[in-house]
């Protein structure tokens, strides 16, 4: 059996997340503390090899630690996956010169990490064009364009991997942009309906020079199909979370006893299996070979969530609409709501695996 060397969340890392979690899901004041709290409780090295700095172990650990942190609040675990996602990538480039510059940083929080591929999922689905456009110059590469939704991008300091379409045509390139580059430009915070306190908004690329070293990869669709099992095996990690918190309060509020129990008991070890399958998998080539198997489990997972938060309301009763007496119900009934969005959203996942029916059952 595979043991764990990366320690589960302490007991002061749940308090401090727990007690957060109501206020960093309504009100965005506290999201420069969210990034500092992980790497405070030491989880940004979470699934990483000892020789880079982190506790060990591989992205399986990784994939737990969000799975805690997910079940106590999910803007923390939203930070978390986002600054692990884009340490995955850093991780899965050839450019020792990137990984010099942000690895530490990264590792100790002192820069936030974010993914702004939405984008360029979409394009690779044909549901839109690239809206990044780079053309060189003697320095890198000048780019014009907006990411319309990022999250993680805090004012402090970010570093944003993203997608761009050369000058002329080709393979998108995919590159790292840091804060504070001549151009780069922050929205406010996106009028979010929860998870406010994520760092979430729009940036906006007006002639913005990217230097040489920047480049993450030059022919960026094979290297996001190489990555992708883990950065989607980490984004699973979110649903599991939510669901199993959802779960438990259901069983705790009526659910073990009367007709609620047994349809709790087998949404529990749905869920389990569900979970015992994206770690058996997110390792090794297969799901990089053939990534519909992880696309139907990342589908089955969001409709976990909706049935444990189904679960959660019936078995609480009228109190789950007492903000008093259930807030922690509320926050998880709008957490919910980004399960489904988030890219890949259901809808592009939909697609895909409507493109190989005969594969894959959903």
């Not at 401090?16 to 500092?36: G, H, K, N, Y």
């Not at 998870?195 to 913005?208: E, G, I, P």
């Amino acid at each position: 059996m595979r043991t764990t060397p990366s320690p589960l969340l302490t007991e002061s890392a749940r308090s401090d997340i727990a007690q957060r979690a109501f206020v960093l899901d309504t009100q965005a004041e506290l999201a420069s503390t969210v990034l500092p709290m992980l790497a405070h409780h030491d989880l940004l090295r979470t699934g990483l090899p000892v020789a880079q700095g982190g506790h060990g172990g591989d992205v399986r650990d990784a994939i737990a630690a969000i799975t805690e942190v997910a079940s106590l609040s999910l803007t923390s675990a939203f930070v978390f996956w986002s600054q692990r996602a884009f340490i995955h990538y850093l991780q899965a480039s050839g450019n020792e010169a990137a990984r010099e510059r942000w690895w530490d940083a990264l590792l100790r929080g002192d820069i936030a990490g974010a993914v702004g591929l939405s984008n360029v999922i979409k394009f690779l689905s044909r549901i839109e064009a690239l809206q990044v456009q780079a053309r060189p110059v003697a320095q890198g590469w000048c780019l014009d364009g907006v990411l319309p939704w990022v999250s993680n991008v805090r004012t402090q300091g970010f570093v944003v991997a993203a997608a761009v379409q050369p000058e002329g045509g080709g393979l998108p390139m995919v590159m790292a942009l840091e804060s504070g580059l001549q151009g780069l430009v922050r929205s406010p915070d996106l009028d979010l309906l929860g998870m406010r306190a994520s760092n979430t908004a729009a940036l906006q690329l007006n002639q913005v020079t990217v230097p040489a070293q920047a480049l993450l990869a030059q022919a960026g669709p094979p290297y996001l199909k190489a990555a992708r099992p883990g950065f989607l095996g980490m984004q699973c990690a979110l649903s599991i979370g939510l669901a199993r918190a959802a779960l438990q309060a259901a069983a705790q509020d009526g659910g073990a006893r009367g007709p609620l129990h047994s349809r709790v008991t087998e949404a529990q070890a749905t869920l389990g299996q569900v979970e015992a399958e994206l770690l058996g998998g997110v390792l090794g080539d297969r799901w990089v070979a053939d990534v519909s198997p992880l696309f139907a489990l990342r589908m089955r997972l969001a409709g976990l969530v909706q049935q444990a938060l189904q679960l959660e309301l019936q078995a609480t009763g009228g109190r789950a609409y007492l903000q008093d007496q259930q807030p922690d119900f509320g926050r998880r009934w709008r957490e919910s709501a980004f399960i489904p969005i988030v890219t890949p959203s259901l809808t592009q996942l939909e697609g895909e695996l409507a493109q190989h029916a005969p594969q894959v059952a959903v």
